[in-house]
């Protein structure tokens, strides 16, 4: 009964695509291996004679064919269908998107243009027939291509990267096909003014990457001649978007191949080769104060931790090792450090920081979006599982369920969701969707608590994570007139996280004051500063510092100072503040500024 079936739905398949693309029939026997070349071609003559738009509604059903018939092919038929569709979209509606995804992200920075010229093509005009046909034949890249993209990457400017450097580099392209990918989603938009920190003007330090060409040359030279300390041919985008992300400029990403010699096993010493300037501090002279701010000068001048931190950043890209830039708040002060891609393959995310101070998870900004790396996004990255195979086939049926949710087939979409995070149920998307199929099917709130109590213990690992879970189970429980339960369950992470992860009561904290402050009157706003100050600023450090009482201050200094000074004061009975520490520093700087503005 069941080949019955798919001989009869597999006829109706074949009509529709039949139908909407004029391609030949297709076969069972097809569908259960990847697109031939001869398909292929096929395809690409149609969609070039008709446009990719008609052939994506046939080339999905049969995709779904595919996964529900359990092809080991179906990856390779959702992906055809993936890129049919992004080829069909057109430049001024995907551009429309775009800004949007931008402001909810809230990524947008001041070097970023102020407009974008649309067109009303397709974005697979911006592909060669060459390259269009390159990436359809090759799943292995299209699938880490369609793993990593993001709706934040401006795709007009990554497919005229991909394109020209495919065209300009045939020879080198299929082996560092991945490197050019890098490029292209990196270089879509110029970097933020303050990247990689803003303790240096932009007259020393111009925020501005290669061009695309120049930085594939660059690399791939630097590969082939043994320069490079990673084999950047093996790596994947995920992990080459840190070392392309380069901001200094070639010349001197040159003489760091050529003067900093460490080897990988050591890379960690980079950062100490630069001489720390205490007298700087002494003198908090925070921001750079010689004239030049090249590799060489830092390193002969000596510097503070950011410009330790970013010549040993550089260093390691320049030497093809991935690297990331982390600065955080401590009790005290605030610090930079960096990570790198060790030997092992294996992230090293503390090479300078100080074991001493009490350091919260620390921030490091995506260049692919520009935006903060999430702390389960770091954890992710140094525990390496995404490389698997495992997390591939969780990302292949997490990928079917998104489709089959967006097509509204809602059990199915149950069904492929459930399959990702049995393969890996750290797939946070696997389980967002399977919550969402639930409840277009009705299921009750017992059973939707039910799947958020899995999710949460997929994630006990990843507090971030765990505690928007643990959020949700507390409102479904208080729907059910559990108040007290819902309570214990919050204070029970809240106890499981404790100090170790003071940054997830901050986050909180800031939550309530930036909504407060945009939302309510005076008084409320008054009322819920002090609330926060005594529930989570007790014993808290510079980030509740930074986060809570700096905006709250700010927002009341004009209108209201005394009240501004007297929170202030508050905060600074409430915090841990060292004797001399730069919070002690900015915290008496604020005050003397405060009561100058309450005796005007």
């Known amino acids: 009964m069941r080949m019955n079936f798919w001989k009869i739905s597999l006829v109706f398949f074949v009509c529709l695509a039949a139908r909407l693309a004029a391609l030949a029939p297709f076969t069972s026997d097809e569908l259960n291996a990847p697109p031939s070349a001869a398909r292929l071609a096929e395809i690409e003559h149609v969609a070039a004679t008709s446009g990719w738009g008609g052939l994506v509604p046939g080339l999905r059903k049969l995709a779904f064919h595919a996964y529900e018939q359990d092809s080991q092919a179906a990856e390779a038929w959702f992906i055809l269908s993936r890129w049919a569709e992004l080829f069909a979209k057109p430049d001024d509606q995907f551009l429309s998107q775009w800004v949007e995804a931008i402001k909810d992200a809230k990524v947008g920075h001041a070097n970023m243009p102020n407009r974008y010229v649309a067109r009303k093509r397709p974005l697979g005009d911006?592909?060669?027939p060459s390259l269009q046909a390159w990436l359809l034949d090759h799943t292995d890249f299209s699938a880490e291509f369609f793993s990593l993209v993001s709706p934040c990457d401006l795709l007009t400017n990554s497919f005229?990267?991909?394109?020209?450097?495919?065209?300009?580099?045939?020879?080198?392209?299929?082996?560092?096909?991945?490197?050019?990918?890098?490029?292209?989603?990196?270089?879509?938009?110029?970097?933020?003014?303050?990247?990689?920190?803003?303790?240096?003007?932009?007259?020393?330090?111009?925020?501005?990457?290669?061009?695309?060409?120049?930085?594939?040359?660059?690399?791939?030279?630097?590969d082939e001649t043994g320069q490079t300390l990673q084999p950047l041919s093996r790596l994947p985008a995920s992990e080459l978007k840190f070392v392309v992300d380069a901001v200094a400029p070639a010349a001197e990403l040159k003489w760091a191949q050529q003067n900093i010699t460490k080897p990988l096993t050591a890379?960690?010493?980079?950062?100490?080769?630069?001489?720390?300037?205490?007298?700087?501090?002494?003198?908090?002279?925070?921001?750079?104060?010689?004239?030049?701010?090249?590799?060489?000068?830092?390193?002969?001048?000596?510097?503070?931790?950011?410009?330790?931190?970013?010549?040993?950043?550089?260093?390691?890209?320049?030497?093809?090792?991935?690297?990331?830039?982390?600065?955080?708040?401590?009790?005290?002060?605030?610090?930079?450090?960096?990570?790198?891609l060790d030997q092992n393959g294996?992230?090293?995310?503390?090479?300078?920081?100080?074991?001493?101070?009490?350091?919260?998870?620390?921030?490091?900004?995506?260049?692919?979006?520009?935006?903060?790396?999430?702390?389960?996004?770091?954890?992710?990255?140094?525990?390496?599982?995404?490389?698997?195979?495992?997390?591939?086939?969780?990302?292949?049926?997490?990928?079917?369920?998104?489709?089959?949710?967006?097509?509204?087939?809602?059990?199915?979409?149950?069904?492929?969701?459930?399959?990702?995070?049995?393969?890996?149920?750290?797939?946070?998307?696997?389980?967002?969707?399977?919550?969402?199929?639930?409840?277009?099917?009705?299921?009750?709130?017992?059973?939707?608590?039910?799947?958020?109590?899995?999710?949460?213990?997929?994630?006990?690992?990843?507090?971030?994570?765990?505690?928007?879970?643990?959020?949700?189970?507390?409102?479904?429980?208080?729907?059910?007139?559990?108040?007290?339960?819902?309570?214990?369950?919050?204070?029970?992470?809240g106890y499981k996280v404790g100090p170790e992860r003071s940054d997830l009561n901050v986050d909180h904290a800031a939550d309530l004051i930036n909504h407060s402050l945009a939302t309510d009157g005076v008084g409320q706003q008054m009322r819920i500063y002090y609330s926060v100050l005594n529930t989570y600023g007790k014993g808290a450090g510079m980030e509740f510092f930074s986060r809570v009482v700096m905006p709250f201050v700010e927002h009341m200094k004009t209108d209201r100072p005394q009240d501004a000074y007297n929170a202030a004061l508050a905060a600074q009975k409430a915090l841990r503040i060292d004797p001399n520490s730069q919070l002690d520093i900015e915290m008496q700087g604020l005050l003397d500024r405060l009561k100058s503005a309450t005796q005007n």
Not at 186 to 215: F, I, N
Not at 278 to 290: F, I, N, S, T
């Open 160 to 222: 005229d990267s991909l394109n020209g450097l495919q065209a300009r580099y045939p020879q080198e392209f299929p082996t560092y096909a991945n490197l050019a990918l890098a490029i292209a989603i990196v270089y879509d938009v110029p970097p933020p003014p303050d990247w990689p920190h803003g303790q240096v003007s932009a007259s020393l330090l111009p925020r501005t990457l290669l061009d695309p060409a120049a930085a594939f040359e660059f690399w791939v030279h630097a």
């Open 126 to 128: 911006r592909l060669s």
């Open 267 to 340: 890379l960690n010493q980079v950062y100490d080769m630069v001489r720390y300037r205490v007298d700087r501090v002494q003198q908090e002279l925070y921001a750079w104060p010689e004239d030049r701010y090249d590799l060489p000068t830092i390193l002969g001048k000596g510097g503070i931790c950011v410009d330790q931190a970013y010549f040993a950043t550089e260093v390691g890209k320049a030497r093809g090792v991935p690297t990331l830039f982390f600065s955080g708040a401590g009790k005290d002060a605030w610090h930079a450090w960096f990570g790198y």
């Open 346 to 493: 294996h992230w090293q995310l503390d090479a300078g920081r100080y074991a001493n101070q009490q350091f919260v998870t620390g921030l490091a900004i995506d260049p692919q979006t520009w935006g903060t790396i999430s702390d389960h996004d770091l954890k992710f990255l140094s525990e390496g599982f995404r490389l698997r195979p495992s997390w591939r086939q969780a990302c292949v049926n997490a990928d079917f369920a998104t489709a089959y949710l967006a097509a509204r087939q809602f059990p199915a979409a149950a069904r492929a969701a459930r399959a990702a995070v049995n393969y890996d149920p750290r797939h946070l998307v696997a389980w967002e969707t399977l919550l969402n199929a639930q409840k277009a099917l009705g299921a009750s709130q017992m059973e939707i608590e039910g799947t958020l109590r899995e999710a949460k213990l997929a994630f006990k690992n990843y507090p971030d994570i765990e505690a928007t879970f643990v959020v949700l189970i507390a409102e479904s429980m208080r729907r059910r007139g559990e108040t007290s339960a819902a309570e214990t369950e919050e204070n029970q992470f």
